[in-house]
């Protein structure tokens, strides 16, 4: 069964770094691109990155350009977003998904919570 | 970035009707490239319609996509009670994907 399995639930300071993690299972992690999107309470869907996990070349919203990085281990069927100097605004939960076209496979989200 | 505004921002319909969203883009989509998604409260997205018109795996013949350019629809015809969600257009053909700000479908 194909899955995306993301990593639990977070709180962090203003400032601070978030690493969330994207496992894969059920597919040949390197034959689809993995997107990044979040969602923040109440709000629309956010497109951020996506990544080549073949090659590792990536994309990004130049809404995130300088404050997010997206990685993939192909050894472990595994992307990874982190997000830096993270502020109030980025309150939100966090999805990956498969591109297949469109994105057909998403994980369950992860809700990253920034408060003082 | 491409700009996709969806109409109407929320509707409450009856099971058994038919209904039409739209989503129109500030330029045209290249190959139309345009996907529709279901998200039902509490849930992650469910990709409806891909590439304007293709169903995606699984999705009942209820739901259609239409339209090219700058132009696209999603109809749902026969209402049920589990269509209530919130449906959003996303352009993929266009440097960088955006979404469109959804359509709040409730059932009565």
């Known amino acids: 069964q194909v899955h995306l399995f993301q990593s639990g639930a977070e709180v962090k300071k203003p400032g601070a770094s978030v690493r969330v993690s994207c496992k894969a299972s059920?597919?040949?992690?390197?034959?689809?691109?993995i997107h990044w999107v979040r969602q923040a309470p109440g709000q629309g869907l956010e497109w951020m990155a996506w990544?080549?996990?073949?090659?590792?070349?990536?994309k990004y919203s130049q809404s995130f350009q300088d404050r997010v990085t997206v990685t993939s281990d192909p050894s472990a069927s595994t992307a990874y977003m982190e997000l830096r100097s993270l502020r109030s605004e980025d309150t939100a939960i966090y999805y990956c998904?498969?591109?297949?076209?469109?994105?057909?496979?998403w994980g369950q989200g992860t809700l990253v919570t920034v408060s003082s | 970035e491409v700009v996709l505004t969806q109409s109407p921002d929320t509707l409450s319909l009856s099971p058994g009707e038919r209904v039409t969203l739209s989503c129109r883009a500030s330029?045209?989509?290249?190959?139309?490239?345009l996907a529709w998604y279901q998200q039902i409260s509490g849930q992650a997205p469910r990709l409806l319609i891909y590439?304007?018109?293709g169903r995606a795996t699984g999705i009942p013949d209820r739901f259609s996509g239409s339209g090219s350019g700058a132009d696209f629809t999603l109809t749902i015809s026969r209402l049920e009670p589990e269509d209530s969600a919130v449906y959003s257009c996303?352009?993929?053909?266009?440097?960088?994907?955006?979404f469109g700000q959804g359509s709040k479908l409730e059932i009565k």
């Open positions: 998904a498969r591109y297949s076209p469109g994105l057909s496979l």
């Open positions: 059920g597919y040949t992690f390197t034959d689809y691109a």
């Open positions: 990544i080549n996990t073949g090659y590792g070349n990536t």
């Open positions: 330029q045209s989509i290249n190959n139309n490239y």
């Open positions: 590439g304007a018109s």
């Open positions: 996303q352009q993929y053909g266009n440097s960088p994907p955006t």
